[in-house]
Structures are given as structure tokens and as C-alpha cells.
């Protein structure tokens, strides 16, 4: 079974500044996706950026960027310029990329709740 | 093109009651899944459909289901309430299976 771990259970930063938030993930496949969605307090969950494992490039979505360590089984997020709107409980979530007992199931980390300050 | 829409937003039910909840995929998306969120567990799995078959289930009791039509829409059913069932339910639509996209999510309150 895979298991995603986020370690930072609360966060904050001025705004127009940067922060990374971390995210583990214990896994023995080798082809899999990597996603950070945000749920602000609307509770709405929003796609935030996605990364294949298959891929060494890093995921970038404007502001959004992550830095996936596959050996390491590391896939922070780092946000640039934070604004007021970035303010959200944001969720590591993993996905096996074949099918079987994967289908359609996001496996979740704790969160972390980020508050943007002005 | 619309999101996914979910119905009815809130609901409250006694217990013993039961609730069944309302998905509307993203047109052209046909697989659905569905999870549960509270605040001591987190965000779990409960089950995904595709042209309306199950195709993945969690670890949940059987007195949840679900169902999907011939349109993609879906529906979840949880019978015997419990308080323990008081949780946002979201679901997810996704084209292919691995971008899933949220609904709003509805709140039930058990009693």
C-alpha cells in the first residue's frame, strides 16, 4: 500500500514571498503521478500541478513549482510571489499509474494548512 | 465547459437514516470516484465507477454504494446512518484516470 506523508502540519509566509512545502511518499511502483491540490476554506479541491514519475523534469504552473526526488521519494511544492488567495490547506496526493486496484484512487497526505499574511 | 457539480451541497439526517448524494462528471468524463473527509481521518478513497461499472473500492462498509448511469452521472447511498458518517463527500471526474477535477462537495451532518 502507498503512503504519503506530510510532515508540516501548519505554515505561513508574508506575502509576495516563497515557501516550499514537503511531502514523502512510500511506494515500490515505478510508474505513478504525483499531484498538490488546495482546498481553501470554500472546501473546494483545486488541481494545483501535477507530476509522472516516468518524467525528470520538474512540473512548473506559473507560480507553482515542485521538486520531485524520485530515489529520495520527495515531491515538495514551492510557491513563488505568494498571494493572499494562495491562503488553503494544500494536499500531496499519489496515484499509481496502471490500472487494477489503482483505478481512480488518489491516496492523500495530512495536509498542511498555509496562511499567506499581507 | 461546466465543472463537477454535486447535490445536494448540505443535508442533515438522524441516525439510522439514509442519504444518497448526487455527481455530476465533467462532460466526456467517465470515470467517477469518491471520497470521504474528516477532520480525524483525512481524505479517503471510497470507490470509483467507469461506463458504469465499479472498478475500485475502499476500505468502507457495505453499507456504502454507489451506482452510475448511462450519462456518467453518479450517486452514492449510505444506509443506517452513523454518527461517524458526518463528513464532506467529494467526488472527482477524471477522462482517462489519472487528473481527477472535484465537485464542491456535500456536507452531511448525522444527528
Known amino acids: 500500500a502507498q503512503t504519503v506523508t506530510q510532515s508540516q502540519p501548519e505554515m505561513s509566509v508574508q506575502e509576495a514571498e516563497t515557501v516550499t512545502l514537503s511531502c514523502t511518499y512510500d511506494?515500490?511502483?515505478?510508474?505513478?503521478?504525483l499531484f498538490w491540490y488546495k482546498q481553501p476554506p470554500s472546501r473546494q479541491m483545486i488541481l494545483v500541478i501535477r507530476?509522472?514519475?516516468?518524467?525528470?523534469q520538474n512540473a512548473t504552473e506559473n507560480r507553482f513549482s515542485v521538486n520531485f526526488q524520485k530515489a529520495a521519494k520527495s515531491f515538495s511544492l514551492k510557491i513563488s510571489d505568494s498571494q493572499l488567495g494562495d491562503t488553503a490547506m494544500y494536499f500531496c496526493?499519489?496515484?499509481?499509474?496502471?490500472?487494477?486496484?489503482?483505478?481512480?484512487?488518489?491516496?492523500f497526505g495530512q495536509g498542511t494548512i498555509l496562511t499567506v499574511h499581507p | 465547459k461546466a465543472g463537477v457539480t454535486q447535490t445536494p451541497r448540505y443535508l442533515i439526517k438522524t441516525r439510522g437514516q439514509q442519504v444518497t448524494l448526487s455527481c455530476s462528471p465533467i462532460?466526456?468524463?467517465?470515470?467517477v470516484s469518491w471520497y470521504q473527509q474528516t477532520p480525524g481521518q483525512g481524505l479517503q478513497f471510497l470507490f470509483e465507477?467507469?461506463?458504469?461499472?465499479?472498478?475500485n473500492k475502499g476500505n468502507f462498509p457495505g453499507r456504502f454504494s454507489g451506482r452510475q448511469f448511462s450519462n456518467s452521472r453518479s450517486e452514492m447511498n449510505v444506509s443506517t446512518l452513523e454518527l461517524g458518517d458526518s463528513a464532506l463527500y467529494l467526488c472527482?471526474?477524471?477522462?482517462?484516470?489519472?487528473?481527477?477535477?472535484f465537485g464542491p462537495g456535500t456536507r452531511l451532518l448525522v444527528l
Open positions: 472527482a471526474s477524471s477522462y482517462g484516470q489519472e487528473t481527477q477535477y
Open positions: 496526493a499519489f496515484m499509481k499509474h496502471s490500472g487494477g486496484t489503482s483505478y481512480g484512487k488518489l491516496t
Open positions: 507530476q509522472e514519475a516516468y518524467k525528470q
Open positions: 511506494t515500490s511502483e515505478n510508474n505513478y503521478y
Open positions: 465507477y467507469f461506463s458504469e461499472t465499479q472498478r
Open positions: 462532460s466526456g468524463h467517465r470515470s
